[in-house]
């Protein structure tokens, strides 16, 4: 589910049953050296995280993603306004994204990293079956975290 009017209408209904969150954290640089860089590592997330919305539809809330810059203090960030995500009531809170400096920061949350693949030269259905693997990469983090509970 994402969080638009609509699903927020569902998740309203049968919250009980939507139990993990998903913050997709993008890195944005400015520095036109690592900007299509940057593009690219965003588009990679962005698209991961729908084809996750999908698959999970039902179980999952999506958050917009949460965008920073190379100047962002990044450990201010997760006890500022990531810290407001572990307070709520979901029972599971996961951070997606492509900058491996979040894997070193006490979030609350799990950090899913994965390196970026870009993707913007592939054909659709090429693109579709790496998007494809890395889900498979990344399920038993997610199915690991829900046997828990």
Sequence with gaps: MNWTGKDMNTYL????YIDTLVIPLVKVETNMDNIKTSASSTEFVMHLASLIE???KGRMMFVPPV???????RANMAQTTLQEFNDTSFKHVFYLTTDHAWSEIELGGQVIWMP???LESMEVSLRQSILEDQLRQILPKFTEQWSMM
């Design 13 to 16: 209904q049968q919250k009980e």
């Design 54 to 56: 999908t698959q999970f």
């Design 67 to 73: 965008v920073y810059t190379s100047k962002t203090d």
């Design 116 to 118: 970026s693949i870009p």
